[in-house]
């Protein structure tokens, strides 16, 4: 096993994990919890591949894929914002329709046979960095390196420019925002869609980059529920949501790889003499994640962080809220 | 000032009363065939017939006392999932755990059989119950694990359980794939005949008519959890205050209701219920422990429970339904239409709460000068 290859792998993994969380964090930010990440990121792995299938062009196919899970994130925004309905369950039939919606609409696909992907190529003069360069900057996707930019943009966004700090007084405190004439309303609805587009985009990057094609609910297998556990874990805040999110990623090809060789660490490897002993590796992501919930819990006790104060709550105008 | 005013606006009331039962399910009932109607667009969308396929899943799921037997059958995991999850959604807890601790229950169920514990030819009245036993255990522990760590670390019981039905699956493939493999197939022995619960048509000797038809023992157990979780939720000390913790958590708090205690008790009698339609599929239908034992029913139960508005009993009638769709659902093309229209059927659902909380008044606008 090479920790290199592993490592490097595990960041082109994580990136579909980073997409979705960034795209949760804004939308909770603003006070909105979405618990239909997995149904956006279907939705656009379906489509991106759909498309790339018969256009032949991958980046319209991530185009229609932002598009396509930014407006079934609307069903949701309509449905909590302006129907005022519980977000808890409006998520999960948003989760049930995005994936109904692309088993429907992706049938047959998984029979498409090859198409062109997104690009990957290295940085020059980055790449020779020693250790970091070929786990990071050598041979990465161009998703991979959308996803080092957008990292320091979103907490820059959020934390130091105005439109941020509306954003979190929305989700902090509607009320008081609404007085200072935010528009409580239209915010919710942008963040919805801007955690959609960037929830289609995740999807995108599985299905024409990281493991390219269609294989129905299998395609995003959980991810989009572990992004929601990771945005609890990562508090809110872009930075840690990456190292979470590439750490899960190093995990998921970690497990992978781990049943090739014969040997590990001059021991017989049990997994590779046993396969089926695979299952219990299988179960590392999802007991991790709750792990990593437990974890992030205790830690937001000590230090008294926690999430937006008005998230999962509806802000209806004139209402006596908080 | 707009050029044209529309003769009349359309205005949004907040309801103070309560509405009627009747104009409940009218509203529910408006949900559904609206979501019928967006279904049908997609599946034409998709390049399907909507009508047929509605007439279709009509007639391959009531046409005949066959049939119709066949979708109680898929009904029976159905009410109680869906149960498990009233259970647990009474209380806010938002259970999403039902599939996992299915698939647990299905695990303890097989593990009475294929451990040999018992000997081959025990009889059925020894079987069934150690069965049924086994089956709740495992799905009660199942929610346990989640109910402990919401009540102890407050950790989001939503993510929780949905991990945990991963786990779950893994878990049962480790057994299906290596310990119990028959022959290197990717299932369990089928299990003795002692271990099948009664079905209608086991009887067929005595009545003709029983004969082809699969309901089993199960439905009994079905209709016996449903005035359970009635009495439990709506007769009992407990129940009111699993009703009070999910209406007004801080009242309860302040009655001196344990919500961490009733976090655990809950989650474990959810589970325990999903636990129980494990074992029923197993030891009714499938009869050997293997991969693909649910088309999604612990996902159909939260549908199930939301559509039912937490009422035990309608929830048997909505299970009698969602069990048609999955039922005909198999033979439609494309093969995603069921869990599509299930999606749509809960968002359009959510979507209608809003007719029982608001009342819609169509006001004239009268010409103002």
Redo the contacts between chains.
């Keep these: 096993m090479d920790w290199i290859v592993i490592l490097q792998a595990g960041v082109a993994s994580g990136t579909v994990l980073l997409f979705a969380t960034l795209g949760e964090i804004f939308a909770e930010r603003s006070g909105v919890l979405n618990l239909g990440v997995e149904g956006m990121m279907l939705m656009g792995a379906m489509s991106a591949f759909s498309v790339a299938v018969k256009t032949g062009n991958p980046w319209l196919g991530v185009l229609v894929a932002m598009l396509a899970a930014g407006l079934l994130s609307q069903v949701h925004a309509f449905i909590t914002v302006t129907l005022q309905a519980d977000q808890v369950v409006s998520g999960l039939a948003l989760t049930f329709l995005g994936t109904g919606l692309s088993l429907v609409l992706g049938e047959g696909l998984s029979k498409a046979g090859t198409v062109a992907l997104l690009p990957a190529f290295s940085i020059p003069l980055l790449s020779r960095i020693p250790l970091l360069g070929p786990i990071f900057f050598t041979d990465q996707n161009v998703m991979v390196y959308l996803g080092y930019l957008l990292t320091p943009l979103a907490w820059y966004y959020i934390n130091h420019t105005r439109p941020g700090m509306h954003l979190r007084a929305v989700g902090e405190h509607p009320a008081a925002a609404d007085t200072l004439g935010i528009s409580v309303y239209r915010l919710r609805y942008f963040y919805v869609f801007v955690g959609g587009t960037l929830a289609g985009l995740a999807g995108a990057t599985i299905s024409l980059a990281i493991s390219p094609g269609w294989f129905s609910e299998l395609t995003t297998a959980g991810q989009g529920w572990i992004a929601v556990g990771l945005v609890i874990f990562a508090q809110w805040d872009p930075v840690r949501g990456a190292i979470g999110s590439y750490v899960f990623g190093a995990l998921r090809r970690l497990i992978l790889d781990i049943q090739g060789p014969q040997t590990l660490l001059w021991f017989a490897n049990p997994f590779y003499y046993n396969p089926y002993w695979g299952f219990f590796l299988q179960m590392l992501p999802y007991a991790f994640t709750v792990i990593v919930l437990v974890l992030g819990s205790r830690e937001a006790v000590r230090k008294r962080l926690g999430a937006p104060a008005a998230l999962g709550l509806p802000y209806i105008r004139g209402e006596r809220g908080l | 000032m707009p050029d044209f005013v529309l003769p009349f606006r359309i205005k949004a009331e907040p309801r103070l009363d309560t509405p009627p039962v009747w104009y409940t399910w009218f509203v529910s009932l408006l949900a559904i065939v609206v979501a019928l109607f967006l279904g049908g667009i997609?599946?034409a969308?998709?390049g399907g017939d909507p009508i047929r396929s509605y007439i279709h899943i009509g007639k391959a799921s009531f046409g005949s006392w066959g049939v119709f037997s066949d979708t109680m059958v898929k009904a029976i995991p159905l009410i109680l999932v869906g149960l498990a999850c009233t259970v647990a959604f009474r209380m806010k807890l938002?259970n999403?755990g039902a599939e996992g601790q299915f698939f647990l229950g299905a695990f303890g169920a097989s593990a009475v059989v294929l451990t040999g514990i018992l000997p081959e030819d025990a009889s059925r009245w020894v079987y069934i119950p150690l069965m049924m036993i086994a089956g709740i255990a495992a799905g009660a522990l199942w929610g346990f694990i989640p109910g402990y760590?919401k009540a102890k670390?407050?950790?989001?019981e939503?993510?929780?359980t949905?991990?945990?039905n991963?786990?779950a699956i893994?878990?049962n493939?480790?057994f299906i794939?290596?310990v119990w493999s028959e022959g290197g197939f990717q299932m369990s022995k089928t299990f003795p005949r002692n271990a099948w619960m009664p079905r209608l048509a086991d009887y067929a000797k005595e009545f003709p008519a029983l004969r082809g038809l699969t309901t089993h023992l199960g439905l009994v157990f079905g209709l016996l959890a449903a005035v359970l979780v009635w009495y439990v939720l709506y007769r009992s000390r407990w129940g009111y205050e699993i009703r009070l913790i999910g209406d007004n958590p801080r009242a309860a708090k302040y009655a001196g209701v344990n919500i961490r205690r009733n976090t655990v008790l809950v989650m474990m009698f959810s589970g325990a219920l999903a636990g129980l339609a494990g074992m029923s599929e197993i030891s009714g239908v499938v009869h050997r422990l293997q991969g693909a034992i649910s088309p999604g029913y612990g996902?159909t139960g939260?549908?199930v429970a939301?559509l039912a508005k937490l009422n035990p009993f309608a929830v048997v009638l909505v299970s009698i339904f969602f069990g048609a769709l999955i039922l005909a659902g198999r033979e439609i093309?494309?093969?995603?239409?069921p869990?599509?229209?299930?999606?749509?059927i809960?968002?359009s659902?959510?979507?209608s709460?809003?007719l029982l909380?608001y009342r819609i008044r169509i006001i004239r606008t009268t010409q103002e000068a």
């Design positions: 997609v599946i969308l998709a938002w999403i760590l670390y407050n950790v989001n939503i993510i929780s949905l991990m945990l991963y786990i893994a878990w493939n480790f794939f290596g996902f939260i549908i939301w093309q494309p093969s995603g239409v869990k599509m229209i299930q999606g749509i809960l968002v659902l959510i979507a709460d809003y909380r």
